[in-house]
């Protein structure tokens, strides 16, 4: 038995956040159960000694979005590989995105993954000499580091870290 086609109203975009590493086996699942959906792959090499390993894995880890309908929505569960479903209130502006998206993958240039950082936003530093230490973003058009404060003093000390060496903290 075949299932209709979802109209218009029944389906909508979601994210859905997986498992760690299990979104090429939830696409795979989406795929079967034939839901219209996109995990934006980007290819990377590894260096194990002198052998040089090349393999595509997720622009965005852990997560694949997908249009999935009302009647068919428990079918995603059907194997343990979702954590939630996150659903996309404006679907206009995701669309537009994704497409960027899709078409920066297609175009086979580097891409990373960058946190989106806004004045006054509370990091952490992950490496380097400073690991450990937290601060804030002071001006996130032209990041030159983390503004490190001594409450007591009323004061901050502004030291210039890599981007890469710091972690976007919750909140």
Not at 11 to 19: E, I, N
Not at 67 to 74: A, G, L, M, S, V
């Amino acid at each position: 038995m075949t299932t209709p086609a979802p109209t218009a109203e029944e389906a909508a975009w979601f994210v859905c956040h997986t498992k760690p590493r299990c979104e090429k086996k939830f696409a795979a699942l989406l795929e079967r159960e034939t839901f219209p959906h996109s995990l934006p792959l980007v290819a990377t090499e590894r260096r194990y000694g002198n052998r040089i390993r090349r393999f595509t894995k997720p622009l965005f880890p852990s997560y694949v979005f997908a249009r999935i309908d009302e009647p068919r929505r428990n079918r995603v569960f059907q194997q343990d590989l979702l954590v939630r479903l996150i659903h996309v209130d404006d679907e206009a502006r995701f669309l537009a995105q994704l497409a960027t998206i899709e078409s920066l993958v297609a175009s086979g240039l580097e891409a990373t993954l960058h946190p989106l950082l806004r004045h006054g936003a509370r990091v952490r530093i992950v490496s380097g000499p400073l690991k450990g230490v937290e601060g804030m973003i002071e001006d996130p058009r032209s990041p030159k580091g983390v503004v490190i404060s001594m409450d007591v003093l009323q004061q901050g000390v502004l030291v210039a870290v890599p981007l890469a060496d710091i972690k976007l903290l919750p909140g």
